[in-house]
């Protein structure tokens, strides 16, 4: 019995056409991401990192095969029936962040809580305490402009997690980001895997992430593989 | 479904919020909306200007009597004997000296100097019978008398009076060879008689050698009703005479000209429409591309592809309020109201004002609608199939 968001994707093949053929990225893929890990994806421009969070995220489809979310499987499911679903379940953490730039950082934490029954007031209780966890309370009133890219990269983290799905995709979260404010995000999606359980899919470019990360995966030519150095530098 | 139209206000809001970015394409659909809004509304209210002031000159009880196949007075003959067998008509009114209310009457066209410039315009001199105020109830001597029938005196309508030289009382006016004594000044509650000049008929045919010439009899009836035994009267005398109440003589002679105006006005406001809505999804387009990284952001986090339809056309349906908006303030300040003339089919003038109402505003409105709703539709169609992968690859602004 699989746990309630456990991913699993069972042989999946997965490929976009160019001009009258098509390009494989993946072929027969299966994996199983369980409840509570925190996964890194590393791997080479256009192996496909992007590609396995889209079709975890509901936003892109298989050719053949399944994905599953715990008992809900994704691969079928109506486009309607996707968005609500990834309302309700998945945080997307991008790699520039995608803030709204004319919604103040507590307007854009605030948006996906629109797609929730709450009220006005709890909505607004709800953003300062993200906001608190994600250490901006000072700046909820300012414009994604007038924040450093760190910031904006917390306030993404904080839209993520404010409707509290289980799931986030992490799609290079820290690559656009300095030393010190990457190091900054990946404790802190440390501390929401740890802390608040949250399962995470992080796919990077940082070699650092492996510090945080419970796993890290290597992706090429559509196959995982271990590498021996990377596990020699988490230990 | 509440939380489908907090998903559309919120995304409406952003978009709205966004548009800033897009000033200058946007402000260019406002101002083409503006643009369609005023024409259709210039011509919509001079064909409703027009119309109010034929409409206002009719009375149901007042009855023209012109020679058929004429159409209009000025092209109508009158003989003496006519007159004479149209004064035992039945159904007219008689006055308290027992003498039927009836006015012969003869339009002269005549130059008249404007003060603002000194060019002459022609104007309607009208000769008419003692009786002639008793036929037109709706005028009023608003300064000055009535002129002494048998006398070179005048009376002009008041519109003109503030428009044309030599005009006040007590001014001596040349037109051609006759000399004539302002001695009224007249308003006729917005109607043709407005734009006239009247004399009597005596006077106008001696100074302008018309000896005998009478182009329409008016008669006043001592019941609108009577005027189906007049018609038949008339019609019986078979004399090629033609019998129509004031009314429907106007009536008919606005609708040709405002249909005129429509005809010319709709298919151009129309023609125009177009263009603004080509023109309003260029703008929409460039919207939907210019928030594509914004709108894949937003499907991802969960908003539905119906809300991002919305969102965009209400973005379109703001800026086309907005420029019909506008517009619909330009007419109202700058058209409304305004005067205007005409050359009638006296072919002399017939002044008229530009007069907006509620259905012209309402129609204006829908034409703008559509043009918002067109060319908002397929853009935000186009926002409902943004590739939400671009939300991964693309920087938002
Ligand atoms: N919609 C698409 N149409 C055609 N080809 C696509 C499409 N999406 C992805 N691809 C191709 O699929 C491959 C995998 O893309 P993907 O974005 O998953 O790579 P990636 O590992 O995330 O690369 P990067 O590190 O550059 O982000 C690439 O070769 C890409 O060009
Ligand atoms: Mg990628």
Redesign the pocket.
């Known amino acids: 019995m699989p746990n309630d968001t456990d991913i699993t994707l069972t042989h999946v093949t997965k490929s976009?056409?160019?001009g009258k053929s098509r390009?494989p990225?993946f072929q027969d893929l299966t994996m199983t991401i369980p409840e509570g890990d925190f996964l890194a994806i590393m791997?080479p421009?256009?192996?496909?990192?992007?590609?396995i969070l889209n079709l975890i995220g509901g936003i892109d489809t298989v050719d053949e095969g399944q994905v599953a979310v715990g008992h809900t499987v994704l691969t079928g499911m109506s486009d309607a029936a996707l968005t609500q679903w990834r309302a309700a379940h998945i945080g997307f953490v991008f790699q520039f962040y995608n803030l709204m730039p004319m919604l103040s950082a507590a307007e854009n934490v605030e948006l996906p809580l629109l797609l929730t029954p709450l009220s006005a007031r709890a909505r607004q209780e709800r953003v300062r305490t993200i906001l608190d966890i994600v250490g901006l309370s000072e700046r909820a009133g300012h414009l994604p402009s007038e924040l450093s890219g760190g910031q904006q990269q917390r306030v993404g983290i904080a839209r993520a997690v404010a409707a509290d799905p289980k799931i986030l995709l992490c799609d290079e979260p820290t690559g656009d980001l300095d030393r010190t404010s990457a190091d900054e995000i990946l404790d802190l999606l440390q501390l929401l895997n740890r802390k608040l359980g949250k399962t995470i899919v992080m796919?990077t470019h940082d070699d650092s992430s492996c510090r945080v990360a419970k796993r890290t995966l290597h992706l090429d030519k559509g196959k995982f593989i271990q590498r021996e150095e990377e596990l020699m530098v988490c230990r | 479904m509440p939380g489908f139209f907090k998903q559309c206000s919120a995304l409406s809001m952003t978009n709205l919020r966004s548009l800033h970015r897009r000033k200058l394409i946007s402000l260019s659909m406002v101002l083409s909306v503006t643009l369609v809004v005023v024409v259709l509304l210039g011509f919509l209210s001079m064909a409703n200007g027009f119309r109010k002031t034929l409409a206002a000159t009719g009375a149901a009880d007042v009855v023209l009597v012109t020679s058929q196949g004429s159409f209009s007075e000025t092209t109508s003959r009158l003989t003496t004997e006519q007159l004479h067998l149209l004064q035992e008509a039945p159904g007219i009114a008689r006055d308290a000296k027992g003498r039927p209310m009836v006015s012969p009457e003869l339009l002269v066209p005549v130059d008249a100097r404007r003060q603002s410039d000194g060019q002459a315009a022609p104007l309607s001199l009208r000769g008419v019978g003692a009786e002639a105020l008793e036929l037109r109830p709706a005028l009023a001597i608003s300064e000055g008398r009535m002129f002494t029938p048998g006398t070179g005196e005048i009376i002009v309508g008041a519109r003109l009076a503030a428009r044309y030289q030599s005009m006040q009382i007590g001014d001596s006016i040349t037109f051609g060879q006759s000399k004539w004594t302002v001695v009224g000044h007249f308003t006729a509650g917005g109607s043709v008689f407005d734009s006239e000049m009247l004399a009597d008929i005596g006077q106008v045919r001696a100074l302008f050698n018309r000896q005998g010439q009478v182009q329409s009899l008016r008669v006043r009836l001592g019941n609108p009703a009577d005027f189906a035994a007049f018609q038949t009267y008339v019609e019986g005398l078979d004399m090629g005479l033609k019998a129509a109440t004031e009314k429907d003589y106007y009536s008919a002679q606005s609708q040709d000209l405002s249909r005129i105006i429509l005809f010319i006005g709709w298919p151009l406001a129309v023609v125009m429409a177009i263009g603004a809505a080509v023109g309003a999804m260029t703008t929409m387009y460039s919207s939907v591309s210019d928030r594509l990284v914004e709108i894949a952001t937003q499907r991802s986090i969960g908003f539905s592809r119906s809300a991002a339809f919305v969102s965009t056309l209400i973005e379109a349906l703001a800026l086309t309020v907005m420029g019909c908006a506008i517009g619909v303030l330009i007419a109202w300040l700058g058209l409304d109201g305004w005067s205007a003339s005409t050359r009638s089919g006296a072919s002399t003038q017939l002044s008229f004002e530009l007069a907006l109402s509620v259905p012209i505003i309402v129609n204006a409105a829908l034409l703008a609608l559509c043009v918002g709703l067109i060319g908002g539709g397929l853009p935000a169609f186009r926002a409902t199939r943004v590739?939400l992968?671009s939300a991964m690859t693309g920087r938002s602004t």
Request: hydrophobic share 25%; net charge positive.
């Open positions: 976009y056409p160019l390009i990225i791997g421009s256009g192996s496909g990192k992007s590609t796919v | 590739p992968r």
